[in-house]
């Protein structure tokens, strides 16, 4: 039980997460919305990219904590742990959608198409759609130990399958026409990034703190749930 | 030699109660066949466009095939109240899942096989000298979506809305083996030389491998419970 134990140390600095993804968000913002120079091709279009990075960064990490709560579920049956995987999933779709969202606000000028088959956009709206049905799954399964167990393994293999996706959806559209464009190599001006990377770690820290708050509602959820089957029990007896 | 005649029983009593009741497979062969009209009707083949859709039409006829079958696959254990057996019978769990599995790829081919002449029919293909290629992609294919289809089909079968849920959950992690397999059906079709689309045929082989592997071992977790 070291993880919930370690869960359970951090949540006692809880607040402190949540102020100083607060901080950075803010000074981040205004950094990249005001004092950073527009970009020489895009112009003002650019800032868009301060929401759009971090959330699509927080997503993935959030993927990231879910499969690996869900490995250590299945390894270690922690109860604990399986609350952070059911709210990472939560989680996840939010950031998930954020930078979806986001994407296609930005692909409409830069790219002259609200979607396109990129290989990042259809890896994430496929991230979506396994979130979804992670979240759906867990819902119709009633016995906790099952719907714990179940949801891991949807969880992994999902995970293990979102490269194999992205990278036949990369080969499969380099086929037929090359890519809109590539961010690969692109060197990024130091007043950029700047405020890039306080919005990456006040997302991280958000995440966080959206995590802890999440995980400790799950588990005062399951407590009630306990709690009323008890009194049940007791009414019928 | 235990493990591997555990597969073989289990693979063997589906393929028999298959044969017995016939309900799976002819299900599957006419909503194959309804799909294929289906498309026609809605794309108004014309000879040029139809050479081109071809591929498409085939497997997403042979996935929606896949989904009907490959969803119940597990419903006669339900019901026949096997599942309990399946979790207290001294045998490796993975070989419970390989069976079931063997059994499913084999139920999908058989079906893709006997369609496959419509398809020459509908489409007015030139199949003979390319058939042990068109033969390799299917098995490739097939075997992927059945190693998917049966964990998926493990996890939904006893929640109540497993109709729904479960193509939910596979479509979305299919997406490799739709690709791959359209796209090297093209190839073989359209005439190219091998190596151009070769490489698609290692893509679903990788994508079987790797699916079959990590099924194999999460499957002793359903079983758990």
């Given at each position: 039980m070291?993880?919930?134990?370690?869960?359970a140390?951090?949540q006692r600095?809880?607040?402190?997460?949540?102020?100083?993804?607060?901080?950075?968000?803010?000074?981040?913002?205004y950094m990249?919305?005001?004092?950073?120079?527009?970009?020489?091709?895009?112009?003002?279009?650019?800032?868009i990219?301060?929401?759009?990075v971090?959330?699509?960064?927080?997503?993935?990490?959030?993927?990231?904590?879910?499969f690996?709560g869900?490995?250590?579920?299945?390894?270690k049956?922690d109860?604990?742990?399986?609350?952070?995987?059911h709210a990472?999933a939560?989680?996840?779709i939010?950031?998930?959608?954020?930078?979806?969202?986001t994407?296609?606000?930005?692909?409409?000028?830069?790219?002259?198409t609200?979607?396109?088959?990129d290989?990042?956009?259809?890896?994430?709206?496929i991230m979506?759609l396994?979130l979804?049905?992670?979240?759906?799954l867990r819902?119709f399964?009633?016995?906790?130990e099952k719907?714990?167990?179940y949801?891991?393994?949807?969880?992994?293999v999902g995970?293990?399958d979102?490269p194999?996706?992205h990278?036949?959806?990369?080969?499969?559209?380099?086929?037929?026409?090359?890519l809109?464009i590539s961010?690969?190599g692109?060197?990024?001006?130091r007043?950029?990034l700047?405020p890039l990377?306080?919005?990456?770690i006040?997302?991280?820290?958000?995440?966080a703190?959206m995590?802890?708050?999440r995980t400790q509602?799950?588990?005062?959820?399951?407590?009630?749930?306990?709690?009323?089957?008890?009194?049940?029990?007791?009414?019928?007896? | 030699?235990?493990?591997?005649?555990?597969?073989?029983?289990?693979?063997?009593k589906d393929?028999?109660?298959e044969?017995?009741s016939?309900?799976?497979?002819?299900s599957?062969?006419?909503?194959?066949?309804?799909?294929?009209?289906i498309?026609?009707?809605s794309?108004?083949?014309?000879?040029?466009t139809?050479?081109?859709?071809?591929?498409?039409i085939i497997?997403?006829?042979f996935?929606?095939t896949?989904?009907?079958?490959l969803?119940?696959?597990?419903l006669?254990?339900?019901?026949?109240?096997?599942m309990?057996?399946?979790?207290?019978?001294?045998?490796?769990?993975g070989a419970?899942?390989?069976?079931?599995f063997?059994?499913?790829?084999?139920?999908?081919l058989?079906?893709?096989?006997?369609?496959?002449?419509?398809?020459?029919?509908f489409?007015?293909?030139?199949?003979?000298?390319?058939?042990?290629?068109i033969?390799?992609?299917?098995v490739?294919?097939?075997?992927?979506l059945?190693a998917?289809?049966?964990?998926f089909?493990?996890?939904?079968?006893?929640?109540r809305?497993?109709?729904?849920?479960?193509p939910?959950?596979?479509?979305?992690?299919?997406?490799?083996i739709?690709?791959?397999?359209?796209?090297?059906?093209?190839?073989?079709?359209?005439?190219?030389?091998?190596?151009?689309y070769?490489?698609?045929?290692?893509?679903?082989?990788?994508?079987d491998?790797?699916?079959?592997v990590?099924?194999?071992?999460?499957?002793?977790?359903?079983?758990?419970y």
């Amino acid at each position: 039980m070291v993880v919930s134990r370690l869960i359970a140390k951090l949540q006692r600095y809880e607040g402190w997460f949540g102020v100083a993804a607060g901080l950075l968000i803010m000074v981040g913002l205004y950094m990249g919305l005001v004092t950073s120079s527009p970009d020489y091709y895009q112009g003002e279009v650019v800032r868009i990219m301060y929401i759009h990075v971090p959330a699509a960064q927080s997503a993935m990490f959030a993927y990231t904590v879910l499969f690996g709560g869900s490995l250590w579920y299945l390894w270690k049956r922690d109860p604990v742990v399986d609350n952070v995987s059911h709210a990472a999933a939560g989680i996840g779709i939010f950031f998930t959608l954020i930078a979806l969202i986001t994407g296609s606000i930005w692909a409409k000028p830069t790219w002259n198409t609200w979607w396109t088959w990129d290989p990042r956009l259809i890896s994430f709206a496929i991230m979506l759609l396994i979130l979804v049905g992670y979240l759906m799954l867990r819902t119709f399964l009633e016995d906790k130990e099952k719907e714990a167990t179940y949801a891991a393994i949807l969880a992994i293999v999902g995970f293990i399958d979102l490269p194999i996706i992205h990278f036949s959806v990369e080969w499969w559209r380099t086929l037929h026409q090359p890519l809109s464009i590539s961010t690969r190599g692109v060197a990024i001006a130091r007043d950029m990034l700047i405020p890039l990377l306080l919005m990456s770690i006040g997302f991280y820290l958000l995440f966080a703190y959206m995590l802890m708050v999440r995980t400790q509602m799950l588990y005062l959820q399951h407590l009630l749930e306990a709690k009323r089957g008890r009194m049940l029990s007791k009414v019928h007896l | 030699m235990h493990f591997f005649n555990v597969i073989r029983w289990i693979a063997w009593k589906d393929l028999l109660s298959e044969l017995r009741s016939r309900e799976n497979i002819s299900s599957m062969f006419f909503f194959a066949l309804i799909v294929i009209l289906i498309f026609s009707f809605s794309f108004s083949l014309d000879p040029k466009t139809s050479k081109e859709l071809m591929p498409g039409i085939i497997w997403i006829a042979f996935g929606f095939t896949g989904i009907i079958g490959l969803g119940k696959s597990f419903l006669a254990e339900v019901h026949n109240d096997c599942m309990e057996y399946f979790q207290i019978v001294p045998a490796p769990k993975g070989a419970i899942y390989l069976g079931k599995f063997v059994g499913n790829a084999l139920f999908m081919l058989i079906v893709e096989i006997i369609l496959f002449p419509m398809f020459i029919l509908f489409f007015n293909l030139d199949v003979l000298e390319k058939i042990p290629m068109i033969l390799l992609i299917f098995v490739a294919a097939t075997i992927g979506l059945s190693a998917l289809g049966t964990l998926f089909s493990a996890l939904t079968v006893q929640i109540r809305a497993r109709e729904v849920m479960f193509p939910i959950l596979l479509l979305p992690l299919a997406v490799p083996i739709f690709i791959g397999a359209v796209e090297a059906t093209r190839g073989v079709f359209s005439g190219d030389p091998l190596p151009l689309y070769l490489d698609w045929i290692k893509l679903l082989i990788v994508f079987d491998a790797i699916f079959m592997v990590v099924s194999f071992w999460v499957f002793e977790f359903i079983l758990d419970y």
